[in-house]
């Protein structure tokens, strides 16, 4: 799975480690800030991804579960490289042309989604 981007996303949550395996070790995002409750990612186009533990204290008005689409490299290998680790999704690919979107749920409870090209004929 590649992530190619979004503007930004910013989550509260008491799933801390949890969305640091999916989003640093699965999704294969690079860190560039690392503390304690704060968790910050830069996408290869300047998109900031920012997970905060419940209890950090300058986001305490971030509420869990904005819905963020995360674009993809491709979205039908995406999905199947999510499902083999245990990430379900909210049933099947929607699809648009060439494109397609779906949404799954995150170890920490809230909606998440990907979208890109399809390249994989394997879309469920």
């Known amino acids: 799975m590649h992530v190619e ?53 300058e986001h305490l008005d971030f509420c869990t579960g904005p819905v963020v689409g995360f674009i993809v490299d491709d979205v039908g290998k995406s999905r199947n490289e999510l499902e083999s680790v245990g990430i379900n999704f909210l049933g099947p690919m929607q699809i648009v042309g060439d494109r397609a979107y779906g949404f799954f749920r995150g170890p920490d409870g809230n909606v998440y989604e990907i979208t890109g090209p399809i390249l994989d004929d394997g879309i469920s």
């Open 5 to 57: 981007g979004i503007a930004f996303c910013g989550v509260r949550t008491t799933m801390f480690d949890e969305m640091d395996w999916l989003f640093g070790d699965i999704m294969g995002m690079q860190s560039t800030k690392r503390t304690d409750d704060m968790l910050i990612w830069q996408l290869p186009d300047g998109g900031l991804v920012e997970v905060f533990a419940q209890d950090e204290p």
